[in-house]
């Protein structure tokens, strides 16, 4: 039985392995199937684990499918505290190939999600955007005494900005307690507090959240749901409408270029994927990573650990190879030769341009987004100008790209081509 969102891959399309002498092979006509309709509407509530590959070939129509299914019954609130991981393991064409089985052997397992205490908080930019964040931001800088060093004023920038940005979130969700961002965050909160088993969280929900008063409460030092089905109802509901708004926002975006374009089809393929799975209907996780353990590794002839890109958060602690870096960059510099005479340096219209502008992206490594370098204010612009003449005039060394500020170069006229090249 196949699922309701899943479509039937052709054996020679692009990235698939062909069928040898397909050509002279007279496909059957493929099966009926008559209770297709009635399964589907009986598996409808449960929650369908979706896989990257196929796990099913049909020689009869020479295609592969999603035939093998995996189905779970996990309330929507329950997905964001929960890593998921599945694959299917080898392409279903080995396997028919060595005349074993048409389908391949599939995986799926889910761990809880544990924070990473090792990454800054984050100022996100929803928070940063607005007013009262930059009113913050001036009095926490207003503190500052003496004439601190460069280094000193970029750590106190960031500090700075995490904790207006704390402060504002806060003060949004006292001052607008039913918007949509307020709604989520706290309905956020009672999951995390009933699925982690968080009796401290959920008083201080209690005691803070008129909405944590409907849906919580607290038997035998046990934080418990009131009514279930209806907190997954209005979880589903906010999590649906803020997927939607951030869907608008995307493709609201006017810039045509070709890579932002790209970039665009790839915000929204993962805001449909992410509301796949808060779905009221045959809700899905559209997820496609294998863990395989020695055990499982040995059977299926496969060496342990990841064997396709897991969706980890694009900013993350990862593992550095500085032998393996620097080995690249020699030979980057080696075989691409830049024209630097065909570009100018940045200055400072070039800086306020930037910070007119900010791009609405995600909080990096350091735990900053762009919007709060564009609204934290003089203290933060006066840094910022500090930092650029320093690092044009080699006065000040980076420790790392995070403390740096970091500018694609700018094309010039070819009058002032000339000119510099002469």
Request: aromatic share 8%.
């Amino acid at each position: 039985m196949l699922p309701p969102h899943g479509q039937n891959l052709p054996l020679d399309s692009p990235g698939r392995t062909k069928v040898l002498n397909s050509g002279s092979m007279s496909p059957l006509v493929p099966p009926k199937r008559p209770n297709h309709k009635l399964w589907n509407s009986i598996l409808a509530p449960l929650t369908e684990i979706e896989f990257s590959e196929h796990p099913h070939v049909n020689i009869s129509s020479l295609s592969s499918s999603g035939l093998d299914r995996i189905l779970v019954a996990i309330p929507p609130s329950a997905l964001l505290q929960l890593n998921h991981c599945s694959a299917v393991i080898k392409d279903p064409m080995e396997y028919y190939s060595l005349g074993l089985s048409d389908h391949s052997p599939n995986y799926w397992s889910c761990t809880a999600r544990k924070p990473n205490t090792q990454m800054p908080e984050k100022a996100r930019s929803r928070w940063c955007r607005r007013p009262h964040f930059r009113k913050v931001c001036d009095s926490l800088f207003a503190l500052v005494e003496g004439t601190p060093s460069l280094q000193e004023s970029i750590d106190i920038c960031k500090h700075d900005f995490r904790e207006a940005a704390s402060r504002t979130r806060h003060f949004c969700h006292q001052q607008e307690p039913t918007s949509r961002a307020s709604t989520l965050s706290k309905l956020s909160t009672i999951s995390r507090a009933v699925w982690k088993g968080d009796l401290r969280l959920a008083n201080r929900a209690l005691a803070s959240s008129d909405l944590a008063q409907i849906h919580l409460k607290s038997e035998e030092t046990v934080p418990k749901l009131v009514d279930p089905s209806a907190f997954e109802k209005d979880f589903a509901t906010a999590k649906t409408v803020h997927l939607a708004k951030a869907r608008e926002r995307v493709c609201s975006d006017s810039e045509h270029n070709a890579s932002i374009s790209q970039r665009r089809a790839q915000k929204v393929k993962l805001i449909d994927r992410q509301a796949a799975s808060f779905r009221s209907s045959s809700p899905y996780i559209a997820i496609g990573v294998l863990i395989a353990s020695a055990a499982i590794a040995s059977v299926f002839g496969l060496t342990p650990g990841f064997h396709s890109e897991p969706e980890k958060p694009t900013f993350d602690l990862k593992p550095i190879d500085e032998e393996a870096a620097l080995r690249f960059l020699k030979h980057y510099c080696k075989h691409n030769k830049w024209l630097w005479n065909l570009s100018r340096p940045p200055d400072i219209a070039t800086l306020r341009r930037i910070l007119r502008h900010p791009r609405n992206t995600a909080a990096g490594f350091d735990g900053i987004c762009a919007a709060a370098w564009a609204f934290g204010g003089d203290f933060l612009e006066f840094t910022l100008r500090c930092l650029l003449f320093s690092q044009l005039n080699s006065s000040f060394t980076p420790e790392n790209y995070n403390q740096a500020c970091g500018f694609s170069p700018q094309e010039i006229c070819p009058g002032e081509n000339r000119q510099i090249q002469s």
